[in-house]
């Protein structure tokens, strides 16, 4: 038992500064969802945000209420992260606009729900394009700049995939491997220049891409959208669907002054589904 002198650590999480304030914050695939949430929490935090999707109206209103809410910068640029040159043209933009990238959240659409037989090799191709090499894109482009300052934040936004496969998901389960690799390696090559880099996995999480998965699950198996989703928060020790806030902001933490000493490493954020240690 502590005596009634004995010092006293008070936890309060509003004096935990992330230290983010004025820092580049490039989101990709960001109009809705995990990557919009994203945004939103890094330009709470006070950062410089930079933003992309496809759908320009989507990704411009997403932008535009970002900038209203937080009264942050916000660069939005639509384009498709599976293309290279576009990729290299929008960090140089952000850089133009910004005076460079600080942190760099890698992000994309998933890939469809399939099993092995019923995916194609145009399936493995595009999934590659999308979930693979566009990491390799923004990595490339930004790693320059970071170096520069001796500062970086790379993370990679995957999925539990990364540690426990999902059924009729192996575009997801093993490309998102490869991912894993990547992240593990420029960890080690860029750590002695002040870049950290990371990845997190999200569980089930409340977006449209979880409808279009509870939609595939459902013409699969004759089950009933909300069982399916019933299904997957029953599967967490949280028995719930995540939040997109709630993994936006262990990104955001990750990024942050608080997280300096972590790098090569995947978080989940997944109510605790994974099942292993
Ligand atoms: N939600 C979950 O339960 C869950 C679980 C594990 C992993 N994940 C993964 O986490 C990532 C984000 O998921 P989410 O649930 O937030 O998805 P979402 O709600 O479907 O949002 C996807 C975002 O990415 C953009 N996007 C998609 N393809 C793109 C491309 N080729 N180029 C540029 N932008 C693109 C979309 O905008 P446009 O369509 O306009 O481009 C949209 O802004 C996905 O890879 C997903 O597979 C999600």
């Known amino acids: 038992m502590l005596g009634d002198s004995a010092p006293r650590t008070i936890y309060n999480p509003s004096f935990m500064d992330l230290g983010l304030r004025n820092r580049v914050a490039l989101v990709a695939a960001s109009s ?14 006070g950062c410089r945000v930079a933003m992309c999707a496809r759908n320009e109206p989507a990704l411009h209103e997403a932008a535009e209420k970002i900038r209203k809410k937080h009264n942050a910068e916000v660069f939005a640029r639509a384009l498709d992260v599976t293309d290279a040159g576009a990729v290299s043209r929008f960090v140089a933009e952000v850089v133009g606009a910004f005076g460079g990238v600080d942190i760099c959240v ?20 595009r999934a590659l394009e999308l979930n693979f090499l566009s990491t390799v894109y923004f990595a490339r482009e930004v790693i320059p700049y970071m170096q520069r300052k001796r500062w970086g934040r790379i993370i990679t936004l995957t999925s539990i995939t990364t540690k426990q496969p999902v059924a009729d998901l192996v575009l997801s389960n093993a490309v998102r491997a490869a991912v894993v690799g990547l992240v593990k390696s420029l960890a080690n090559e860029f750590g002695k220049d002040g870049i950290l880099v990371n990845n997190v996995g999200p569980g089930f999480t409340a977006t ?3 409808k279009e998965l509870a939609k595939a699950g459902s013409s699969a198996s004759g089950k009933k959208e909300q069982e399916i989703f019933e ?3 029953a599967d967490a020790p949280l028995k719930r669907l ?19 000493y972590i790098t090569g490493q995947t978080v989940l954020v997944d109510g605790g589904m994974y099942k292993g240690l």
């Open 32 to 45: 809705q969802g995990i990557g919009r949430a994203t945004a939103e929490a890094f330009a709470a935090e």
């Open 106 to 125: 890698t992000n994309a659409g998933g890939p469809p729900a399939k099993g092995f037989l019923a995916s194609s090799l145009e399936d493995w191709q």
């Open 208 to 210: 449209d891409r979880l």
């Open 231 to 233: 299904g997957w928060a």
């Open 242 to 260: 995540g939040e997109p806030r709630e993994v936006a902001e262990t990104i955001v933490w990750l990024a942050s002054e608080r997280a300096s």
